[in-house]
């Protein structure tokens, strides 16, 4: 029973996320693109392993009042799933989150980020590769000065190398329906047992001050 969980989770761990060390391939502006909305919500993108992973926590915190999966950072317009996964469209798995700036700022969403993550590898177990590296994707220059703070001060808390990217943001392109909400509706699928809960679980240990109330 236990080498048929193990050989499981070994095929998940390819399936859910494909795994590609690939470099990236990058097409990025010298100048952000600010988003702009009309309610009164801003957004943030970032990108630190599987985006499903990513969704269910940022949506735990107070303040964020919607996240979306997708993609970002590479030059293959409209990229699928298995385009970003492949490593050849040059893009991460990133997440747009939707915040409540009167609740929640972009330095407490760096936090949160930091917080959830290893940033030191080149992925987020079990998910290595370009489609899962560390960005930060700032939108001006005050987001920018936050990330870049927020990254010296985790490297002098830590000996190895942050590999987090800081870039400009260019574009967002929202990922396939069934990514969407991925751990809500399928809590029981064994990666998210294994793997993307676990995670959540470890974020909310950490910071249950920045909670929403259940």
């Known amino acids: 029973?236990?080498?048929?969980?193990i050989l499981s989770l070994f095929i998940l761990?390819?399936?859910?996320?494909?795994?590609?060390p690939k470099n990236p391939i990058s097409k990025i502006n010298s100048e952000p693109i600010?988003?702009?909305?009309?309610?009164?919500?801003?957004?943030?993108?970032?990108a630190s392993g599987c985006f499903w992973c990513v969704e269910a926590i940022f949506e735990s915190v107070k303040g964020v009042q919607e996240v979306v999966s997708g993609y970002s950072g590479g030059i293959t317009d409209n990229p699928t799933y298995k385009q970003v996964g492949s490593g050849n469209s040059g893009h991460a798995e990133t997440i747009e989150v939707q915040y409540d700036p009167k609740i929640?700022?972009?330095?407490?969403?760096v936090k949160v980020y930091y917080g959830s993550q290893n940033p030191?590898?080149?992925?987020?177990?079990?998910?290595?590769?370009?489609?899962y590296r560390s960005i930060i994707?700032?939108?001006?220059?005050?987001?920018?000065?936050?990330?870049v703070e927020a990254r010296k001060e985790v490297q002098n808390t830590i000996s190895k190398k942050v590999r987090?990217?800081?870039i400009p943001f260019e574009k967002f392109y929202k990922a396939e329906a069934y990514h969407q909400d991925?751990?809500?509706?399928?809590?029981?699928?064994?990666y998210i047992v294994r793997v993307s809960i676990p995670r959540l679980n470890r974020f909310k240990a950490k910071f249950p001050e920045l909670l929403k109330n259940e």
């Open 1 to 5: 029973m236990k080498s048929l969980v």
């Open 13 to 20: 761990g390819i399936n859910a996320c494909i795994n590609n």
């Open 34 to 46: 600010q988003t702009q909305r009309n309610d009164g919500l801003q957004n943030a993108y970032f």
């Open 104 to 109: 929640i700022n972009f330095k407490t969403l």
């Open 120 to 131: 030191t590898t080149y992925g987020q177990a079990p998910d290595f590769g370009s489609a």
């Open 137 to 147: 994707f700032f939108q001006n220059e005050n987001e920018r000065l936050i990330a």
């Open 164 to 166: 987090t990217e800081i």
């Open 182 to 190: 991925y751990e809500k509706r399928n809590p029981e699928y064994p």
